[in-house]
T-cell receptor, first 114, second 114 residues
Framework: AQSVTQLGSHVSVSEGALVLLRCNYS??????LFWYVQYPNQGLQLLLK??????LVKGINGFEAEFKKSETSFHLTKPSAHMSDAAEYFC????????????FGQGTRLTINP | DGGITQSPKYLFRKEGQNVTLSCEQN?????MYWYRQDPGQGLRLIYY???????QKGDIAEGYSVSREKKESFPLTVTSAQKNPTAFYLC?????????????FGEGSRLTVL
């Protein structure tokens, strides 16, 4: 069975600083990996996904993530934080057997300081 | 615009009452899902349905019931048997069981039991 661990339930950065949200996964098969973003009192929106093509994946709003098989990681980064990036971010892993098997991490709340 | 509509957005109920949360999608997706979100616990799957008139239990189905009489609709009933029903409930859909795991979410329904 697959699992996801997000390191840090809260991350705080200054506006303009690098954003780094960490995600490590466990999977017995080559995984699909996802990052979702959730703004307050809203549903989740897909930021980006890895499905075994390029290991560096670019998403919306300037975010990107790199799949590192040797480290079982899929960390999310953005070079320069913007106030509008404040939200909760979820990493998720799928064993390719369908979305009903999608496993979510606990989430990381990102705060941007002016 | 295509999307998922959940209603009501906020719901207050007395302990012991059953409540039904609505979820409608116009994306022509085959699969639909219900998740429960609690602070610090990520998303947990309650029920999912891959086709009309068929649904399966997720990880935390006890105290919940669903129906799938139409492709567009997947209502969730929170019964009095659910021990701790206060939570944020998210409905999602996907194109089918063999997709990459990408989900489309509604904006959620926040249930508070008094």
């Amino acid at each position: 069975a697959q699992s996801v661990t997000q390191l840090g339930s809260h991350v705080s950065v200054s506006e303009g600083a690098l954003v780094l949200l960490r995600c490590n996964y466990s999977s017995s098969v080559p995984p699909y990996l996802f990052w979702y973003v959730q703004y307050p009192n809203q549903g989740l929106q897909l930021l980006l996904k890895y499905t075994s093509a390029a290991t560096l994946v670019k998403g919306i709003n300037g975010f990107e993530a790199e799949f590192k098989k040797s480290e079982t990681s899929f960390h999310l980064t953005k070079p320069s934080a913007h106030m509008s990036d404040a939200a909760e971010y979820f990493c998720a892993v799928s064993d390719r057997q369908g979305a009903q098997k999608l496993v979510f991490g606990q989430g990381t709340r990102l705060t941007i300081n002016p | 615009d295509g999307g998922i509509t959940q209603s009501p957005k906020y719901l207050f109920r007395k302990e012991g009452q059953n409540v039904t949360l609505s979820c409608e999608q116009n994306l022509n997706h085959d699969a639909m899902y219900w998740y429960r979100q609690d602070p610090g616990q990520g998303l947990r799957l309650i029920y999912y349905s891959q086709i009309v008139n068929d649904f399966q239990k997720g990880d935390i189905a006890e105290g919940y019931s669903v129906s799938r009489e139409k492709k567009e609709s997947f209502p969730l009933t929170v019964t009095s048997a659910q021990k701790n029903p206060t939570a944020f409930y998210l409905c999602a859909s996907s194109m089918g069981i063999t997709n990459t795991g990408e989900l489309f979410f509604g904006e959620g329904s926040r249930l508070t039991v008094l």
